[in-house]
């Protein structure tokens, strides 16, 4: 019965944030010590431990159909809590550090605390509409938030292109919801299970597998999350690890036997393909250093859709937790670099990261994590996944390790290239940058070094049957070991000593990076489509001008006609009588007419 | 002995009669005083009905007309009492925060009372005598709005309004004639008791020219031009009311229309209808996208809103039924929102092209936030009542046309992305030059806004107070 209430202490504290907005001191405590009371009840609430019985509460209920808000706890979902409530105060700590304006901070607190609270209600419900109620407010919640700084140029435009995908995404979730509603009588996800098969529903599923992939940057919807990082960096952190992107894959987790009884999986595993492949390889042509990470989200979200595809839901949760960690950390670190670059974001112009110690070896773990090296939890997330896949799956999947690899270290070794010319002016800079903001990192290599360990005790948890294979065998280890040295050997060589240089004017190399750096088709499928929407609008829009001027031709039509008559009454007798005989002759004619035609006997 | 729409009714006659003798300057608080005395009873009147549980009150007054059988008869139900609850509110946000332009506030307030007087009358009335008359003078208050004080092409469009809205009644007075002569009564409700008697031919005619009548005032694809001209033209006030009540008329009409003739309950109507809102919705959303005058988007995407309520209206579900009235009322103080925000930002920039103003949330940020706020209403936002509005229509919708029905909501996301895009490009976007105000915002207009945002939410939030409400209309 707790849970329910794990969210509350989050919206307490917004409100309280906007209210004391003027005491600006205020709002970031108010905001940390509310995150941290969901955390503690998050805790208690795992180690209550169980799943617990569904709490539902009736919204409204007309003519056979129940809208049920509805809450649950099971283990998916208390292990997506869990990490929400873990990463919420670290970003809130490392926003008191990185959210130095003080006149927008109650604004900053009360929005990210909402999208909190809204990131745990999504988690914990059990009913479809209690699902679309937080999830349309993550929507608008991560709207505000990447529009923040309004006052830049950038901001306003990358918050228009996230909500315009995420609204699409929003609409199709809700006629999913529409339909499901109408052939069921309510919107319980327990019915879903228990009630038989309708052929409607698969629509719905599909919409709602859409509206997934929208909130998750998959697929026909990438192109919003990397414009996203308009936002602050501590809410770039917080989207990309616990919160929106992932509460797609949470949505589909929870009704991933649905999917596999109505034989969807393929669906989902095409387009986690295609999304991961677009993430990795324009994370590897992208010189923007949040950019680099955001792509690489992309690419995390397509291998988690993967792992959904091949029905692994262990491997879901084990690279949901691996990833949560070590992208919150990247985040932490670009934005910390950024802010000793004086808020520089060509990766080629950042220099000298390594002079802050703990800020280096931070991300040096969280690399690693990416780069899925032992022991640490990102291998094991992408070795669950691996281990499933076969044949052109599991090529594929090396494929994009390969790539995941080569894009990190690269990021990674720009990074810390030395650059001698400016090495005192970043020295004082990178030593200088707020504890604050370190101490989030320090615990994120420790949860990223613990959770590895979560390997063993997470199929109990989650009462996975026995006979899923979770043992990784020894040639996997020596694959990923390979990827590892091959993507750190070569970026070495490429960016960190610059001992290979590419010809970048070579006419193959020309080619193959604009065919992956601009995203080639997706940009002028939508380009296109645009164009197709304004040409119809034009085409309406000349009709309504059209009509408009032809009603009032007509208008003017009719003054002209009365313009006419009047001239027939100007008071000449001779007038008068004329059209008196011309009237009289015409009646005579007529009712001639009318007696020819009685005589006819028709 | 319930008393309550002679109550109210007298209250605003008597309001108006006192705006009249006193000077300008307490015309509009007088206005508010007796505009808020007619809103709290309407609001006893419901919570009166919400906890009785019984939505159908009926109430007489006098012999009228003795030859019609005619009553200066009143009766509430539960479609009535909600769209009275949305005039009510509008109304008194209006009078109390709409006048931007602080000019001819006797004038102003003093329409407004009788237009909420004969808007409230035209919903409650119980026979169609009544309700022609009222529906007229709803009409000649709208126009007087619109004619003294609109805007420089006031006269043009107020002439059109008037044109197309006086054809639209004349249709109604012929439906109302031929109702007459074959069902020998003009009281609604025994109308649908006894509407099998009229002879079937006669039916079609009538709920040809009743469909007309009301599908000009709603007003639907070919016959909305009268609107975006008279709403843009309209002072604030004006475009606030003509939207957010007038325009409800019609959808009130389409309603009853629907209830009184048991011949509309036909397919190829049904399709003809979905086919009709759907297109208009599509059509209005993509003319928005080609205009640049603010105030002129907001008259279209009210266009769309009503289309996508007829289309739940065509359903002939209950659900599609109870979601198109929850979605009137939504929509109606959602766009009166819309335009007292729009209106505002025009009024503070002496601009209404969005490619002239930039930057309104610098100089203007309460109304800059209310118009995001309105495009997140509009677009139907969990926890406000569109919300609850537009998941019944297209439940009902869905559950009679299949996945035709749910097509249409398309329209609304072509709406709400342009509206967005208005958002970053005119309103959310303060870097570099910034439109000069002229003007500024006073409290009583943001006043104005929490009234109507508040309504919208606190509805949204306990739907049931409208459902349970609706669910004892038969």
């Known amino acids: 019965m707790l849970y329910v209430f794990v969210a509350v202490p989050l919206i307490i504290a917004a409100f309280l944030a906007i209210i004391l907005n003027n005491y600006s001191r205020l709002p970031k405590y108010i905001a940390l010590i509310g995150s941290i009371i969901s955390l503690i009840i998050a805790v208690i609430i795992f180690f209550e431990g169980g799943t617990s019985t569904v709490q539902n509460f009736t919204w409204f209920s007309i003519n056979g159909i129940t809208a049920n808000i509805s809450f649950a706890i099971y283990p998916i979902n208390m292990i997506a809590l869990l990490i929400v409530a873990i990463i919420t105060p670290l970003v809130f700590l490392y926003s008191i550090g990185f959210m130095r304006v003080p006149s927008e901070q109650g604004r900053f607190y009360f929005e990210i605390s909402i999208f909190a609270a809204s990131m745990m209600l999504f988690v914990i419900s059990y009913s479809l509409i209690a699902m679309f109620i937080a999830w349309e407010l993550l929507g608008l919640m991560s709207y505000l938030l990447i529009g923040f700084w309004y006052w830049k140029e950038a901001p306003p435009y990358a918050a228009r292109k996230a909500i315009s995908f995420v609204f699409i995404g929003d609409v199709l979730f809700l006629l999913g919801i529409i339909i499901i509603g109408t052939v069921y009588g309510n919107f319980n996800i327990s019915s879903l299970f228990s009630l038989p098969f309708h052929p409607q529903v698969s629509l719905a599923l599909l919409l709602i597998l859409f509206a997934a992939f929208s909130k998750g940057a998959q697929f026909p919807f990438t192109e919003w999350l990397p414009d996203a990082m308009e936002g602050p960096t501590p809410v770039s952190a917080y989207l990309h690890s616990s919160t929106m992107v992932k509460a797609g894959i949470i949505l589909i987790a929870v009704m991933l036997p649905i999917y596999a009884a109505y034989n969807l999986l393929w669906i989902i595993l095409l387009i986690g393909f295609l999304s991961a492949f677009i993430g990795a390889t324009n994370a590897l042509t992208s010189k923007h250093i949040k950019k680099v990470i955001a792509y690489s989200t992309i690419e995390d979200i397509g291998l988690m859709f993967i792992a959904l595809g091949l029905n692994n839901i262990f491997a879901v949760m084990m690279l949901f937790i691996a990833q949560a960690f070590y992208k919150a950390l990247l985040f932490f670190g670009a934005g910390a670099i950024m802010k000793a670059n004086d808020n520089e974001e060509n990766l080629y112009n950042l220099h000298n990261a390594s002079q802050n110690k703990v800020l280096y070896i931070s991300l040096i773990f969280a690399v690693a994590s990416l780069a899925a090296i032992f022991p640490l939890s990102g291998f094991f997330g992408k070795a669950a996944i691996i281990s499933t896949s076969s044949g052109i799956e599991y090529v594929l999947l090396v494929l994009i390790e390969l790539l995941s690899s080569l894009y990190i270290f690269r990021w990674f070794f720009l990074l810390i290239r030395r650059d001698e010319k400016n090495s005192a002016y970043t020295s004082i800079n990178y030593k200088s940058i707020s504890k604050l903001m370190t101490a989030p990192m320090v615990a994120l290599v420790i949860l990223i070094v613990f959770s590895s360990a979560l390997y063993i005790y997470l199929p109990k948890y989650m009462e996975i049957s026995p006979n899923l294979d979770v043992q990784i065998p020894i040639y996997e280890l020596i694959i990923s070991g390979i990827i590892a040295i091959v993507g750190i050997s070569l970026t070495y060589l490429f960016f960190y000593k610059q001992r290979i240089t590419i010809k970048e004017t070579h006419k193959w190399y020309k080619f193959i990076y604009s065919l992956i750096y601009n995203n080639i088709f997706i940009n002028s499928f939508y380009l296109y489509f645009a164009k197709f929407i304004e040409a119809f609008a034009n085409i309406f829009s000349d009709f309504e001008i059209f009509i408009n001027k032809l009603l009032s031709g007509i208008g003017n039509k009719i003054l002209a006609l009365d313009n006419l008559i009047r001239r027939i009454e100007n008071g000449q007798i001779n007038t008068y009588a004329l059209s008196f005989v011309l009237g009289i002759a015409l009646i005579i004619i007529i009712l001639i007419f009318i007696f020819y035609l009685g005589t006819l006997n028709l | ?474």
């Open chain 2, 1 to 474: 002995m319930m008393i309550y729409i002679g109550l109210i009714l007298l209250t605003l006659l008597l309001g108006s009669l006192f705006v009249i003798l006193t000077k300008e300057k307490h015309s509009k608080l007088l206005g508010t005083i007796f505009s808020g005395l007619a809103l709290l009873i309407v609001l006893i009147m419901f919570i009166s009905a919400f906890l009785s549980g019984n939505s159908i009150q009926s109430e007489n007054y006098g012999i009228y007309i003795v030859a019609l059988n005619i009553y200066l008869h009143f009766q509430i139900n539960a479609i009535s009492l909600i769209l009275t609850i949305m005039c009510s509110i509008i109304t008194f946000a209006a009078i109390f925060g709409g006048n931007v332009e602080s000019s001819n506030s006797k004038g102003k307030t003093l329409l407004l009372l009788l237009f909420e007087f004969s808007s409230i009358a035209f919903f409650t009335s119980a026979n169609l005598f009544l309700f022609y008359i009222f529906l007229d003078l709803g009409i000649l208050f709208a126009f007087f709005m619109l004619y003294l004080y609109g805007s420089a092409n006031k006269r043009k469009a107020s002439i059109k309004f008037l044109a197309y809205e006086f054809s639209a009644s004349m249709l109604l007075l012929i439906a109302i004639i031929l109702i007459y002569f074959s069902a020998h009564t003009l009281n609604i409700s025994s109308i649908m008791q006894n509407a099998n008697i009229i002879p079937r031919s006669t039916q079609v005619l009538i709920f040809i020219f009743l469909l007309l009548a009301f599908i000009i005032n709603m007003p639907i694809f070919p016959f909305h031009f009268w609107l975006p001209d008279a709403h843009t033209e309209a002072s604030t006030q004006g475009s606030m009311i003509l939207s957010g009540v007038l325009t409800k008329f019609g959808a009130y009409g389409v309603l009853l229309t629907f209830l009184m003739l048991p011949i509309s309950h036909n397919s190829s109507i049904q399709i003809i209808l979905l086919l009709l809102g759907g297109f208009s919705a599509f059509y209005a959303a993509f003319v928005i996208i080609t205009q640049h005058d603010l105030k002129r988007i907001i008259a279209y995407s009210a266009i769309v809103e009503m289309s996508i309520v007829l289309i739940g209206i065509a359903s002939l579900t209950t659900i599609g039924f109870d979601g198109a009235v929850i979605a009137l009322f939504a929509q109606g103080v959602t766009i009166a929102l819309m335009f007292l925000s729009t209106s505002s930002i025009i009024h503070i920039f002496a601009e209404h092209n969005i490619l002239l103003i930039k930057g309104a949330a610098r100089n203007a940020l309460s109304s800059a936030y209310t118009f995001m706020i309105g495009i997140f209403l509009l677009g139907g936002v969990p926890l406000s009542i569109g919300f609850i509005g537009d998941l019944l229509i297209f439940i009902g919708a869905f559950s009679t046309f299949s996945i035709f029905g749910i097509i249409p909501i398309f329209a609304l996301v072509i709406l709400i992305l342009f509206l967005y895009y208005i958002n970053s490009k005119a309103i959310f976007n303060i870097s570099g030059e910034c439109s000069k105000n002229i003007n500024f915002i006073n409290t009583e207009q943001e006043i104005a806004y929490v009234i109507l945002i508040s309504t919208l939410f606190i509805f949204g939030i306990l739907p049931f107070l409208f459902i349970n409400l609706l669910k004892l209309f038969p």
